[in-house]
C-alpha cells in the first residue's frame, strides 16, 4: 500500500501552487492600487495638530497639579 504522502499528485499540487498564487497576488493588488489615492485639506491636518497640541497640554497640566497635590498631601500627613 503507497501511503498518500508519496504519491504523485500532479494535479494537487498544481491547485495548490495557483491558489497560493491568488492569494499573494491578491494581496499585494491591495497595495498597488491607484484608486483609493484620496486628497487630504491641509487646514483638516494644521487643526488636528494644534487641537492634539491643546489636549496634550491639558493632559500635562492636569498631571502636573495631581503630582503637586500628592506631594502637598504626603508632606503634610509626614509633618503630624
Keep these: 500500500m503507497i501511503s498518500f504522502a508519496k504519491k504523485n499528485l500532479e494535479w494537487l499540487n498544481w ?11 491578491k494581496m499585494v493588488s491591495r497595495y498597488l492600487e491607484k484608486d483609493n489615492i484620496s486628497s487630504t485639506d491641509i487646514n483638516v491636518l494644521l487643526n488636528r495638530v ?19 497635590t500628592g506631594l502637598i498631601l504626603f508632606g503634610l500627613i509626614i509633618s503630624y
Excluded: P, W
Excluded at 491547485?15 to 497576488?25: F, G, S
Excluded at 494644534?50 to 503637586?68: H, I
Design 15 to 25: 491547485l495548490m501552487k495557483n491558489l497560493n498564487t491568488t492569494i499573494k497576488d
Design 50 to 68: 494644534r487641537l492634539n497640541q491643546k489636549n496634550e497640554t491639558r493632559k500635562k497640566l492636569y498631571f502636573s497639579v495631581a503630582a503637586s
